[in-house]
């Protein structure tokens, strides 16, 4: 085998190591140990796993090993260390949901997710840190501490998909799956300057996941390149309908449209951004167009800046069904953090009429975002108006404007696409003067995996964002 050293093993792609892994330059046994050693030397500092499987984990690279000595591949994914957030079902590994409810909870079956990564020959690492019951965007957990962000640590991870961006991010793992409900898998994966999918609503099994708001609530990757996305999504997505086209990571080249017209919405996604995410979000939309040879067509959606509001108040009363269907609210209201408890309180409180109301707002939302898909393949938005605030940070002025909490900044740009249910995709698109790295958002249309994908991959393709990584020093 050839040499490599265990800080260029984890930095290699999926797709890098699955090729490695096919010749026989490297073995699944060494990734795994490099992984472990990652995280033995950083976890400390960053917070980023809730549990680490390291035996288990050992015993699975050995058998991969031996099976891919015998030609028995099953798949890009076979010996590759990845890790889950901890809302994610585990056989015989506590899933703790970042809560101290659960902090003892160890299922007795895997949730689909987990199954199908399983059945992928995907290697489970451990699970990582989150915000408490994914009820939050910034992944300060006040029972297992926050996770810190790698590219300057007194910041945010981003949530609640924080500690799974992190790992991806510094080499803790390959890859990992997170959930998004308002923007907690693309939100970090902006944050921490890696990809995020979140997919079209349905397209990932939700079973065996702890719900925030079941009508929101998305399953998806996030991974060091598009490519890898596509190759994780591919193992955890449902089948499509029989008239739509599957994304293939092979085929992401080949599948990208001749005609490419891109959707720049004219109101609410480019209103009150950080002078540098504006910045670098119109250069990466430039560079996109240009690239690619396509025409942007200036899109008015008017509907979008007034369905935030509903849409939050859907997902409050949706979790507090749940929390409240299982006995944990309020009979255990003091063991919640206080942020979870307060949107709890929230919850509660709402009355029938503005639930009926959020769901009118949304139907309208999708229709709007439905006929904006009739005269565009994709829509370019930031994914966050903002760079990683300070951990601690409560309220933040954006571009002059009234103060707000960071909560509803970070969550401005991407709780339409869980609102309609329709896919979108953060890419890496540059740095602040800090060093701090920031997103391009893409949304498609229902089902538009493929094209979304080719098109991000078009992207990353004329750019080296992806390339950056976190020194860990």
Same mark, same amino acid.
């Given at each position: 085998?050839?040499?490599?050293?265990?800080?260029?093993?984890?930095?290699?792609?999926? /797709?890098?190591?699955?090729?490695?892994?096919?010749?026989?330059?490297?073995?699944?046994?060494?990734?795994?140990?490099?992984? +472990?050693?990652?995280?033995?030397?950083?976890?400390?500092?960053?917070?980023?796993?809730?549990?680490? %499987?390291?035996?288990?984990?050992?015993?699975?690279?050995?058998?991969?090993?031996?099976?891919?000595?015998?030609?028995?591949?099953?798949?890009?994914?076979?010996?590759?260390?990845?890790?889950?957030?901890?809302?994610?079902?585990?056989?015989?590994?506590?899933?703790?949901?970042?809560?101290?409810?659960?902090?003892?909870?160890?299922?007795?079956?895997?949730?689909?997710?987990?199954?199908?990564?399983?059945?992928?020959?995907?290697?489970?690492?451990?699970?990582?840190?989150?915000? /408490?019951?994914?009820?939050?965007?910034?992944?300060?957990? *006040?029972?297992?501490?926050?996770?810190?962000?790698?590219? +300057?640590?007194?910041?945010?991870?981003?949530?609640?998909?924080?500690?799974?961006?992190?790992?991806?991010?510094?080499?803790?793992?390959?890859?990992?799956?997170?959930?998004?409900?308002?923007?907690?898998?693309?939100?970090?994966?902006?944050?921490?300057? %890696?990809?995020?999918?979140?997919?079209?609503?349905?397209? %990932?099994?939700?079973?065996?996941?702890?719900? +925030?708001?079941?009508?929101?609530?998305?399953?998806?990757?996030?991974?060091?390149?598009?490519?890898?996305?596509?190759?994780?999504?591919?193992?955890?997505?449902?089948?499509?309908?029989?008239?739509?086209? *599957?994304?293939?990571?092979?085929?992401?080249?080949?599948?990208?449209?001749?005609?490419?017209?891109?959707?720049?919405? !004219?109101?609410?996604?480019?209103?009150?951004?950080?002078?540098?995410?504006?910045?670098?979000?119109?250069?990466?939309?430039?560079? +996109?167009?240009?690239?690619?040879?396509?025409?942007?067509?200036?899109?008015?959606?008017?509907?979008? !800046?007034?369905?935030?509001?509903?849409?939050?108040?859907?997902?409050?009363?949706?979790?507090?069904?749940?929390?409240?269907?299982?006995?944990?609210?309020?009979?255990?209201?003091?063991?919640?953090?206080?942020?979870?408890?307060?949107?709890?309180?929230?919850?509660?409180?709402?009355?029938?009429?503005?639930?009926?109301?959020?769901?009118?707002?949304?139907?309208?939302?999708?229709?709007?975002?439905?006929?904006?898909?009739?005269?565009?393949?994709?829509?370019?938005?930031?994914?966050?108006?903002?760079?990683?605030?300070?951990?601690?940070?409560?309220?933040?002025?954006?571009?002059?404007?009234? /103060?707000?909490?960071?909560?509803?900044?970070?969550?401005?740009?991407?709780?339409?696409?869980?609102?309609?249910?329709?896919?979108?995709?953060?890419?890496?698109?540059?740095?602040?003067?800090?060093?701090?790295?920031?997103?391009?958002?893409?949304?498609? *249309?229902?089902?538009?995996?493929?094209?979304?994908?080719?098109?991000?991959?078009?992207?990353?393709?004329?750019? /080296?964002?992806?390339?950056?990584?976190?020194?860990?020093?």
């Amino acid at each position: 085998m050839a040499s490599h050293s265990q800080d260029e093993l984890v930095l290699l792609t999926i /797709e890098q190591a699955a090729r490695l892994l096919r010749k026989k330059e490297i073995s699944p046994v060494e990734l795994v140990e490099a992984s +472990l050693a990652r995280i033995e030397r950083w976890n400390p500092a960053l917070n980023v796993f809730l549990t680490v %499987v390291a035996e288990p984990a050992r015993r699975q690279a050995r058998a991969a090993e031996r099976e891919l000595r015998r030609g028995k591949s099953k798949g890009p994914l076979h010996g590759i260390p990845i890790s889950l957030k901890d809302n994610f079902w585990t056989r015989g590994i506590r899933t703790t949901a970042g809560s101290k409810i659960l902090g003892d909870f160890v299922p007795q079956a895997d949730g689909e997710v987990a199954a199908r990564l399983a059945a992928a020959g995907a290697i489970l690492l451990g699970k990582t840190n989150m915000h /408490e019951f994914a009820y939050g965007i910034t992944s300060e957990n *006040p029972h297992y501490g926050p996770v810190h962000n790698p590219w +300057l640590r007194d910041r945010i991870s981003g949530g609640s998909s924080g500690g799974a961006a992190v790992a991806v991010a510094t080499g803790m793992s390959f890859a990992s799956v997170g959930t998004d409900t308002g923007g907690s898998i693309r939100v970090p994966s902006a944050l921490c300057g %890696v990809v995020g999918l979140k997919p079209t609503y349905g397209m %990932v099994s939700l079973f065996g996941v702890v719900p +925030l708001s079941a009508s929101f609530d998305h399953a998806g990757p996030i991974a060091r390149s598009v490519t890898d996305a596509c190759i994780m999504f591919e193992a955890i997505a449902e089948k499509y309908p029989k008239d739509q086209k *599957p994304p293939d990571y092979r085929k992401l080249r080949q599948n990208r449209p001749r005609r490419i017209r891109l959707g720049w919405p !004219a109101n609410f996604f480019f209103e009150r951004l950080d002078s540098e995410v504006r910045r670098l979000v119109e250069a990466a939309a430039k560079t +996109l167009a240009t690239s690619t040879g396509a025409r942007v067509v200036e899109l008015p959606l008017p509907r979008t !800046a007034d369905s935030v509001d509903d849409g939050t108040n859907l997902i409050v009363a949706e979790a507090n069904h749940y929390h409240e269907s299982q006995g944990y609210y309020p009979a255990r209201a003091a063991e919640y953090g206080e942020d979870v408890r307060g949107h709890l309180e929230w919850g509660h409180q709402l009355s029938a009429v503005r639930y009926l109301q959020g769901i009118e707002k949304r139907r309208a939302l999708e229709d709007e975002f439905a006929a904006a898909f009739e005269r565009v393949d994709v829509i370019v938005a930031p994914t966050s108006p903002i760079p990683a605030p300070s951990i601690g940070t409560n309220d933040v002025r954006v571009a002059g404007a009234r /103060e707000t909490t960071v909560r509803a900044e970070l969550l401005r740009m991407t709780r339409p696409a869980n609102l309609t249910g329709f896919p979108a995709i953060s890419v890496p698109c540059g740095f602040t003067r800090q060093g701090l790295p920031v997103g391009l958002q893409l949304i498609g *249309p229902r089902w538009g995996e493929a094209k979304l994908l080719s098109l991000a991959l078009a992207y990353e393709e004329v750019t /080296e964002w992806h390339r950056s990584h976190p020194q860990l020093a």
